[in-house]
């Protein structure tokens, strides 16, 4: 099984990545930073003998660099668009978390055709609306609206896209994602990647670590019974827990959102991502 993970050097990616190579996975990290990903790298297969771990230089704010990113890559059994950043201008983070796993799937294409394609949204999309007049929140500056709606913007496409497949008849599929209330004082260390630092007990008490937040996606990746179109998340409160089945809140699958939302995708993308992908 070949697996991408973007952003698979930190965070959430990463847990993502050592628990797929235990499974027996090969892991393609995802990431800007040759560093980082070899650190990584060496701390998974320290943690998991044999475990066949590869980089891929990815930076999903430089678009024109994305089709490089991907030459080379053998096909995918399964994709998780991961990568994200929370704290940066309202416009990067549309741009990044939103418009480069759009546009990076456009060329992944060839290499798709019968993978999963897992999209990771987040707990902060449910309050969230999109505006469908200021996607690139050039008028709103409200960084953690922005965030939140960057991520919702994920979902609605993660949604949209397994729709577009079904009709297609393809044998990929789309499954959304998301790792509830993930932190880093709840999270193992890792040496050369993460340090825990002091915890609460509270904290515990309601959220967990970023490895058990990449529990959804693993098994999204993993799970035969599995299908597209679903989310999965955290069972307690949507917040802790062993992944299970969510039904979406309207707004993430409103259909007539999710087909403004793609159509002004590949107009600031430059890229038609359905005509590639056959749909």
Same mark, same amino acid.
């Given at each position: 099984?070949?697996?991408?993970?973007?952003?698979?050097?930190? @965070?959430?990616?990463?847990?993502?990545?050592?628990?797929?190579?235990?499974?027996?996975?090969? =892991?393609?990290?995802?990431?800007?930073? #040759? !560093?980082?990903?070899?650190?990584?790298?060496?701390?998974?297969?320290?943690?998991?003998?044999? %475990?066949?771990?590869?980089? /891929?230089?990815?930076?999903?704010?430089?678009?024109?660099?994305?089709?490089?990113?991907?030459?080379?890559?053998?096909? $995918?059994?399964?994709?998780?668009?991961?990568?994200? &950043?929370?704290? +940066?201008?309202?416009?990067?983070?549309?741009?990044?978390?939103?418009?480069?796993?759009? %546009?990076?799937?456009?060329?992944?294409?060839?290499?798709? /055709?019968?993978?999963?394609?897992? /999209?990771?949204?987040?707990?902060?999309?449910?309050?969230?609306?999109?505006? $469908?007049?200021?996607?690139?929140?050039?008028?709103?500056?409200?960084?953690?609206? +922005?965030?939140?709606?960057?991520? $919702? !913007? #994920?979902?609605?496409?993660?949604?949209?896209?397994?729709?577009?497949?079904?009709?297609?008849?393809?044998?990929?599929? *789309?499954?959304?994602?998301?790792?509830?209330?993930?932190?880093?004082?709840? /999270?193992? *260390?890792?040496?050369?990647?993460?340090?825990?630092? %002091?915890?609460?007990? &509270?904290?515990?008490?309601?959220?967990?670590?970023?490895?058990?937040?990449?529990?959804?996606?693993?098994? %999204? !990746?993993?799970?035969?019974?599995?299908?597209?179109?679903?989310?999965?998340?955290?069972? #307690?409160? @949507?917040?802790?827990?062993?992944?299970?089945?969510?039904?979406?809140?309207?707004?993430?699958?409103?259909? #007539?959102? +999710?087909? =403004?939302?793609?159509?002004?995708?590949?107009?600031?993308?430059?890229?038609?991502? @359905?005509?590639?992908?056959?749909?």
């Amino acid at each position: 099984m070949n697996v991408l993970v973007t952003g698979g050097n930190a @965070g959430i990616g990463y847990f993502t990545a050592e628990q797929l190579a235990e499974a027996g996975a090969t =892991v393609v990290l995802g990431s800007r930073s #040759q !560093a980082k990903a070899e650190r990584a790298a060496a701390s998974i297969r320290a943690r998991v003998p044999g %475990a066949v771990v590869r980089h /891929t230089p990815l930076d999903l704010s430089d678009l024109p660099s994305l089709k490089s990113s991907v030459d080379g890559l053998d096909p $995918l059994d399964a994709v998780v668009f991961n990568a994200g &950043i929370a704290d +940066a201008d309202p416009e990067l983070l549309f741009a990044t978390n939103h418009l480069g796993h759009f %546009a990076l799937t456009y060329w992944l294409a060839p290499l798709l /055709t019968s993978a999963r394609i897992i /999209t990771v949204g987040s707990f902060a999309a449910r309050s969230e609306r999109l505006d $469908l007049d200021d996607l690139q929140s050039t008028h709103d500056h409200d960084q953690k609206r +922005a965030y939140g709606r960057s991520k $919702l !913007a #994920q979902m609605s496409f993660g949604f949209e896209l397994d729709r577009r497949l079904r009709a297609a008849r393809s044998d990929a599929m *789309s499954v959304v994602v998301h790792p509830g209330g993930a932190l880093d004082s709840l /999270t193992p *260390s890792r040496p050369g990647v993460h340090t825990r630092p %002091a915890s609460t007990r &509270i904290a515990g008490l309601l959220l967990h670590g970023k490895d058990d937040g990449a529990r959804p996606a693993v098994h %999204a !990746a993993l799970d035969p019974d599995v299908e597209g179109g679903q989310l999965w998340g955290p069972r #307690q409160f @949507g917040l802790r827990g062993k992944p299970h089945l969510e039904k979406p809140h309207a707004h993430m699958t409103d259909e #007539q959102t +999710a087909k =403004v939302l793609w159509d002004r995708s590949c107009e600031l993308t430059g890229l038609n991502l @359905g005509e590639v992908l056959g749909l």
